[in-house]
């Protein structure tokens, strides 16, 4: 097998731009990051340590809130969800794309910023920028979704809004699940952009502001490197590589063992021994750019970590 080394490690992705929140939002925004335990501040009045894998299994109850936003409360629940897809971008891209924000019910939240600066790499390999966790408590959860229903428009949103339609557009897309909305509510917004919708500026204006929050959320928490538990594993035929080629990692795995009824690529969950085997490190966020060989055989490969709903 080809061991592909690792580059420098991948720096702090680069800001466009800190983050203007709402008054409310901040005020509450003293979250502790541990899995296991709800929201305290330090004595400095920032966020204590965040946590370096996912959430626990199972439902967690919050606190009782006299007018609470209603909202499930499972480790696998999504609550409040932002997806950027589309446009003319590599099938590697699409295949291995993880939501941009995921608030989960027991208040873990997952997210990266996808229009920040890619990470350094010195193996030829595409790595996204990385995932980031964080533990929200009830009152927190509750400050966000009131943000995301009032002032971030989906209370309001009704959509589809596809007033520019485009394939090199990519779509938005917003899901809410908590309570005074039908739920769960899906809003897609193909262009997020003001100028894109006339028709509706106030509402997208709204939604764009939401989406910049929720995309930048690391400038109001504090955060750590998000660590899957397994992988799904893609594999496209292809007769020529673009990047490097590894050997196929394993004996025990042959490549008709990954499914799916897409001609393109097929898919396979992924333990992290079978990740491990192929060599590679800095994978926790996904990668992809790499060929396996396979007898006469040649796939293109790519990685995308598991989120806690995927592996439910």
């Known amino acids: 097998?080809?061991?592909?080394?690792?580059?420098?490690?991948?720096?702090?992705?680069?800001?466009r731009g800190r983050l203007l929140a709402v008054?409310?939002?901040?005020?509450?925004?003293?979250?502790a990051c541990s899995p296991g335990a709800p929201a305290t501040a330090n004595p400095s009045g920032g966020p204590t340590a965040g946590p370096s894998a996912g959430p626990s299994a199972g439902?967690?109850?919050?606190?009782?809130?006299?007018?609470?936003?209603?909202?499930?409360?499972?480790?696998?629940?999504?609550?409040?969800?932002?997806?950027?897809?589309?446009?003319?971008?590599?099938i590697e891209f699409n295949?291995?794309?993880?939501?941009?924000?995921t608030l989960y019910g027991d208040g873990t939240v997952i997210w990266r910023d996808n229009q920040s600066t890619l990470p350094e790499s010195s193996d030829d390999l595409i790595r996204p920028t990385p995932l980031m966790i964080t533990r929200l408590d009830e009152g927190t959860i509750q400050a966000l979704l009131a943000e995301a229903i009032g002032p971030g428009g989906l209370g309001a949103a009704v959509g589809p809004y596809n007033e520019m339609m485009g394939a090199d557009i990519p779509s938005t897309i917003f899901t809410i699940n908590a309570g005074g909305i039908?739920?769960?509510?899906?809003?897609?917004?193909?262009?997020?952009?003001?100028?894109?919708?006339?028709?509706?500026?106030?509402?997208?204006?709204a939604l764009a502001g939401?989406?910049?929050k929720l995309r930048t959320f690391d400038t109001l928490v504090n955060e750590q490197p998000y660590v899957?538990?397994?992988y799904s594993g893609v594999l496209i035929p292809t007769e020529q590589a673009f990047g490097p080629v590894v050997d196929w990692p394993w004996p025990d795995i042959s490549p008709d063992e990954f499914g799916?009824?897409?001609?393109?690529?097929?898919?396979?969950?992924?333990t992290l021994d079978e990740v491990a085997a192929l060599g590679i490190d800095n994978v926790a966020s996904g990668v992809s750019g790499f060929a396996l060989q396979h007898g006469e055989d040649l796939y293109s490969f790519a990685l995308r970590p598991l989120l806690p709903d995927d592996l439910g």
């Open 95 to 101: 295949v291995t794309y993880t939501p941009t924000f």
């Open 182 to 205: 039908p739920e769960p509510k899906r809003v897609e917004v193909i262009g997020l952009s003001p100028d894109m919708h006339p028709k509706n500026l106030q509402v997208i204006t």
């Open 210 to 212: 939401l989406a910049d």
């Open 59 to 90: 439902p967690t109850t919050g606190p009782t809130i006299e007018g609470a936003i209603a909202h499930p409360t499972g480790a696998m629940d999504v609550v409040l969800r932002l997806e950027e897809i589309g446009g003319f971008v590599p």
């Open 23 to 31: 008054p409310a939002l901040l005020a509450v925004l003293t979250v």
């Open 228 to 230: 899957p538990t397994g």
């Open 260 to 270: 799916g009824e897409n001609e393109f690529f097929r898919t396979r969950q992924m």
């Open 1 to 15: 097998m080809t061991h592909i080394p690792t580059g420098p490690g991948a720096p702090r992705p680069f800001r």
